[in-house]
């Protein structure tokens, strides 16, 4: 079997109707499959102006908006719409990327049927729960968790320090690895642009401090604004760039009044937001690998993030960054305070971080989850033979 032989579903949450790390890659993932000749279709809530256009045929499920965070929606069920329409499509191989009741029940079909289930895990979904006063839930949701990974035929990590927080939580007990790639043609120190920096009231010999991603309170908010505070306090020179928007901009805009909110980049305005700071803070604990943290590398910043799932796969402590217990808003402000005093130090690792992230290749690592899905499909042959 070649992957041209391939016939993959993929159940998504969010396919590209908001931008997210995840979706990006799912989307570059059914570009690379499609082009090496295998059938893909998709299934995933849809809305009527997405942020993007979706790669590969789109079959919208039936959903409801989020309340309070309109811009996601939540798969309600497995219609008989889409039931009809994923039997005429006949897969070989079931691939959910989020365990919301949709893939659950696609995955339930699947078995029914004996064809493999493979799941992508994009997010520490449980630890969302400690930023809205509810961590007293997160056994219930590790559990919840549980039951359905361990009906799934392999998992797909995005690192290799998640995959093994998932094998120490008994999700499975076959887990591969899907890290994630950066476009080096887009993303590079040549991007720095002082104009840039001057057009936003920067000063040149200003170390800046780089924060990227949605703005919502599971990606840290309150502990990047804590530790600028002691930055503050103690006298270092610094300015704080944030790139992105999302429901908590207002509150992080007033705990940061004197931070540049430079709002949502992409592409080359992305990389040349990014490539023109000094270094770049993320002290999230949800993510599973941290896209962002590879592009602000590939742009020559070193890193100072929490040492968790994701960061701790991709940042080298003292060479291409620092890496810090979670929460701890003194030592997240002694290595920046280092980076800012230090410039020298600060350009040793930042171009240790740039020849890092040139790892990091697209076709290889997507080439991985094609490998991860002829692995199951056979060994589902084997079987019935």
């Known amino acids: 079997m070649e992957v041209s032989d391939l016939r993959i579903a993929l159940f998504s949450g969010n396919y590209n109707m908001t931008v997210d790390g995840a979706n990006k890659a799912l989307n570059r993932l059914v570009g690379y499959l499609l082009a090496q000749g295998a059938a893909v279709r998709v299934y995933s809530p849809t809305v009527d102006d997405p942020d993007f256009a979706p790669t590969g045929d789109l079959v919208s499920v039936p959903s409801m ?9 939540i798969p309600l069920h497995f219609s008989a719409r889409v039931r009809q329409d994923i039997a005429k499509f006949a897969p070989n191989i079931l691939h959910i990327s989020s365990p919301d009741r949709v893939s659950r029940q696609a995955a339930a079909w699947a078995r029914r049927r004996n064809i493999p289930v493979a799941c992508s895990v994009h997010t520490r979904f449980e630890t969302y729960f400690r930023y809205y006063n509810l961590s007293f839930l997160e056994p219930l949701v590790v559990a919840w968790l549980r039951r359905l990974y361990r009906r799934c035929d392999a998992l797909i990590a995005p690192s290799e320090s998640f995959a093994q927080v998932l094998r120490q939580q008994r999700m499975n007990y076959d887990i591969g690895i899907w890290t994630r790639g950066v476009e080096r043609d887009v993303f590079r120190p040549d991007r720095r642009d002082l104009d840039w920096r001057r057009s936003w009231g920067i000063a040149d010999d200003v170390p800046v401090i780089a924060f990227l991603g949605r703005l919502v309170m599971e990606k840290g ?27 908590a901009g207002d509150w992080f805009e007033s705990r940061l009044p004197q931070a540049k909110f430079v709002g949502f980049q992409g592409g080359e305005n992305l990389a040349r937001a990014l490539a023109s700071c000094d270094m770049f803070f993320n002290p999230s604990v949800t993510e599973t690998f941290g896209n962002v943290t590879l592009e602000a590398m590939a742009c020559g910043l070193p890193v100072v993030a929490a040492r968790a799932t994701g960061s701790a796969s991709i940042v080298k402590h003292g060479q291409t960054g620092y890496l810090v217990s979670p929460g701890a808003i003194t030592l997240f402000a002694d290595d920046l305070e280092h980076y800012c005093r230090e410039p020298e130090l600060r350009a040793a690792h930042g171009a240790a971080a740039c020849a890092e992230s040139g790892a990091y290749q697209w076709d290889a690592i997507n080439q991985s989850v094609a490998d991860t ?9 084997r079987r019935a033979g």
Do not use: C, M, S, W
């Open 221 to 247: 908010l309150d502990v990047f604004a804590d530790t600028i505070d002691q930055l503050q306090r103690r006298k270092v020179p610094h300015q704080v760039v944030v790139i992105g928007e999302g429901p």
């Open 65 to 73: 908006a989020i309340p309070n965070r309109p811009e996601y929606r």
């Open 373 to 381: 899905y002829l692995r199951l499909v056979r060994q589902r042959q």
